[in-house]
């Protein structure tokens, strides 16, 4: 059997780049016979593959495009809009992995989270579904944390306040986080060399940095650094924002939930000064009360990447926190306990690292999921 030809766009951005690692690291490529396109550079050297070289193709060259058996995107809903379409109706059949949200909601996709939803992407799979798009970052971490409590079918409603890392944003706004830190710093660093500044002298610079015309917001439009943001995408009803509509329809979805088994999922989403680690403080109300070991179960037990954290200190704030799990599959939840609300009332924290479960790992395993399906 030959290998499929699959054709990835968008490799050397921040998602792309995370998705090459980790292809490379569970040797995926043996499996496939890769193309890499550039929406850029064309006809440039592209990355060396299991030792052989490979030459960048043209990621708007629809002919190009056609031959290939798979695309994997992580270029953008720019690049989805543009291509997608014209493509299916040039009569191309493959399959279309894609990181960007253009294509979520249509009925003709199917969201990735396969330790979550693996019944639902073969049921797909096996109707003809070609389309297999990555969720929303912050939805697939909570449901990677929290997956346990909805497939025991026990949650009647959640409400997630999120801590979103800049890196959800894109390269250009972790740069801008880390300039933002390095001017704050440059700015204050000769009081803080003082011992005689006085940390009133020492706030007010800061705050007056923070202000000024010169400081860096050339992407966000304000200071992230010292600051949050409650705010994220754009309005879509009654003050709330896009990606907080995300959150309840975007989860039902990956549930395979229709209108009337809907569960209600909406809450605050935050953008923070961490650099690519989202976490979110759930509340849940809970269908009758449950003993909160039973709960704990639950969650833990749901698929090998859960790390359930104690709800104490020192475990907390060792391991439960953006630095902790950044750079590993780990989704970590901790502070699970009940609230003085009502027995039925629980909160979790849950903190994951966007750019993998929240962004190229669903990607790859989709990849592994079509390549072993043959």
Same mark, same amino acid.
């Given at each position: ?23 490379? #690291?569970?040797?995926?490529? @043996? *499996?496939?016979?890769? !193309?890499?396109?550039?929406?850029? &550079?064309?006809?440039?050297? /592209? ?116 801590? #979103?890392?800049?890196?959800? @944003? *894109?390269?250009?706004? !972790?740069?801008?986080?880390?300039? &933002?830190?390095?001017?704050? /710093? ?132 060792? &391991? ?55």
């Amino acid at each position: 059997m030959s290998e499929k030809l699959v054709g990835f766009v968008g490799y050397r951005g921040m998602v792309g780049s995370v998705l090459m690692d980790r292809m490379q #690291q569970e040797s995926d490529f @043996a *499996g496939i016979d890769p !193309v890499f396109l550039s929406t850029s &550079q064309a006809g440039a050297v /592209g990355p060396v593959i299991e030792g052989q070289e490979t030459v960048l193709a043209d990621a708007y060259d629809l002919d190009q495009l056609q031959r290939l058996d798979t695309i994997v995107t992580c270029q953008g809903s720019d690049y989805t809009q543009r291509v997608h379409d014209s493509l299916r109706q040039g009569g191309w059949n493959g399959y279309w992995i894609d990181a960007a949200s253009e294509l979520r909601m249509q009925d003709s996709s199917i969201l990735l989270l396969d330790p979550i939803n693996r019944s639902q992407i073969d049921q797909a799979l096996d109707s003809g579904i070609k389309d297999l798009i990555g969720a929303n970052c912050t939805v697939s971490t909570m449901l990677m944390g929290l997956g346990g409590l909805f497939k025991n079918d026990v949650v009647e409603w959640a409400q997630p306040d999120t801590y #979103q890392a800049v890196s959800g @944003a *894109g390269a250009v706004y !972790v740069k801008e986080l880390l300039q &933002q830190m390095q001017t704050l /710093g440059q700015a204050t660093t000769e009081m803080l060399d003082d011992p005689a500044a006085s940390l009133a002298d020492i706030d007010k610079k800061a705050s007056q940095t923070l202000t000024s015309s010169d400081f860096p917001i050339n992407n966000f439009g304000y200071p992230i650094a010292g600051n949050i943001l409650p705010w994220i995408d754009s309005e879509v009803t009654a003050g709330q924002s896009r990606e907080e509509w995300k959150a309840e329809v975007e989860t039902n979805k990956l549930l395979g939930l229709s209108a009337l088994q809907a569960i209600a999922v909406d809450g605050t989403c935050v953008r923070v000064g961490s650099l690519r680690s989202h976490a979110q403080a759930v509340t849940i109300k809970l269908k009758q009360d449950i003993p909160l070991e039973q709960i704990e179960q639950m969650i833990s037990s749901a698929h090998e990447w859960v790390k359930f954290v104690p709800n104490n200190r020192e475990a907390t704030l060792s &391991q439960l926190t953006p630095v902790a799990v950044s750079g590993t599959l780990d989704i970590a939840v901790g502070r699970v306990r009940k609230l003085s609300l009502g027995p039925e009332y629980l909160t979790a924290f849950v903190v994951g690292d966007q750019l993998l479960w929240g962004a190229a790992e669903p990607l790859r395993r989709a990849l592994k999921i079509i390549v072993e399906r043959g």
